[in-house]
């Protein structure tokens, strides 16, 4: 029998809708039947809301991708807060002193690095793209179970309901269920850390620019949101985190002030606050026969570079450039979900995505202790990182998503 659907997306948050938006975007794959599984889609953000907490750094890379669906159009300008500088310095060091680092879009041919956003105005914002709209079925329903083999593909859910597919993709995040069902397994371990995340006013402005600065529990950073203000992320001991969320705010602010060294001057804190434990996952395999990984539901990384959701962009560019690939060569949409077929998709974001974390993760544990032979090496290495601008370039492209073996599109847009 036909299955119901060619593609069926499971979990439609930023990653999940946008291979789908992307998917029917695309020239070969747009003729496709495709679907998204997700229980609880967005409701279009309230006018004159505040600053939702839940916000990501995304990329130039990123926000090419969301271009090319012309999602990004679709986000006001006024909560957009594009960076053109980023600051990075060590604890023992000063900002842009010895022992920093400064990254510039001048050093490049953007007009910046990336931009803050809230992530519900980019998920709003895929939604409400044309081929979202036009050419994906939503199933509001909920996964209860998951059967894919060399033949055929198909979920079942809450409901009772049965649904066929050629290809699923799983962009359930980082707990995924449908990774579990797929029977793939993960390695990694969890951090003994808590990001703790609030928004707060500062004395003097961000000035357009992402500040970070390492200490040894973790990495603090202020960025630079659309109204003035700056998100923290601070990564940060499970109890430290704890009492961040509870202790009195002016308490919260001193802490907050020390700890960026007073680059800002005095922070004032009012808004709310939370933390969420941290881990590093990486799936053994990114595919089974009609099965896929993409996002975090692959892999989940450190938060001190901003990277997950556009690791999670990339993904869906590239595992549509490979089945677009393959349909222009001949292909049938049955033959989309074969391993031959995602091996290539797998072969290629996996040695990225590794890439990424290992370095990520590196920078974490070299910066997140108090040693003093450490901290010698820390400061000479960001200065020579500073001034070398072999090195400079590397680290930028990967920040904005446009180094390494990036997909088409994102080079294709500029």
């Known amino acids: 029998m036909k299955p119901d659907f060619d593609l069926l997306v499971i979990g439609g948050g930023m990653v999940g809708a946008c291979f789908a938006a992307l998917a029917a975007s695309d020239p070969e794959l747009s003729r496709l039947r495709i679907a998204v599984l997700e229980t609880h889609p967005p409701t279009k953000p309230p006018v004159g809301a505040d600053v939702d907490l839940r916000v990501s750094a995304i990329s130039r890379g990123s926000q090419r991708i969301l271009e090319s669906i012309d999602a990004w159009s679709r986000i006001p300008p006024q909560h957009v807060s594009a960076y053109s500088e980023m600051t990075v310095w060590d604890a023992r060091g000063r900002p842009r002193g010895a022992g920093s680092l400064h990254f510039s879009a001048a050093q490049t041919s953007e007009p910046s690095l990336g931009a803050i956003v809230e992530n519900r105005r980019v998920q709003w914002g895929i939604y409400e793209s044309p081929a979202m709209r036009s050419r994906v079925t939503l199933l509001r329903a909920e996964l209860a179970g998951l059967q894919v083999n060399v033949d055929e593909a198909f979920v079942t859910l809450a409901d009772g309901r049965r649904i066929g597919a050629e290809l699923i993709v799983g962009a359930d995040g980082a707990g995924s ?15 003994d850390q808590h990001a703790f995340v609030t928004h707060v006013s500062t004395e003097y402005p961000h000035a357009r620019t992402a500040w970070q600065r390492f200490l040894p529990s973790g990495p603090i950073a202020f960025l630079p949101l659309a109204d003035g203000r700056s998100s923290i992320v601070w990564t940060t001991t499970p109890d430290h985190a704890q009492f961040l969320v509870s202790c009195e705010p002016e308490q919260l602010a001193s802490e907050l002030t020390e700890a960026l060294g007073g680059a800002l001057g005095q922070v004032g804190v009012s808004g709310p606050r939370a933390q969420f434990p941290l881990r590093l996952t990486h ?52 033959d989309l979900g074969e391993t031959r077929v995602l091996r290539r998709y797998e072969r290629w974001r996996r040695s990225e995505n590794a890439l990424a974390l290992g370095l990520i993760d590196g920078l ?48 294709r847009a500029r």
Request: charged share 15%; aromatic share 8%.
């Open 177 to 191: 269920l449908s990774r579990k069902l797929a029977g793939i397994e993960t390695r990694g371990w969890e951090y």
């Open 283 to 334: 799936a053994l395999q990114y595919c089974k026969s009609r099965f896929v990984l993409v996002g975090d539901a692959a892999h989940a990384v450190h938060p001190l570079a901003g990277q997950g959701v556009n690791l999670g962009f990339l993904d869906c560019a590239a595992l549509v450039q490979t089945l677009s690939c393959e349909l222009a060569g001949g292909s049938k949409p049955t």
């Open 364 to 411: 974490n544990r070299l910066f997140s202790n108090s040693s003093s032979l450490l901290g010698w090496a820390r400061q000479a290495g960001l200065s020579v990182v500073d001034r070398s601008a072999l090195a400079k370039r590397f680290f930028i492209g990967r920040a904005m998503g446009t180094g390494g073996d990036a997909p088409a599109i994102v080079n």
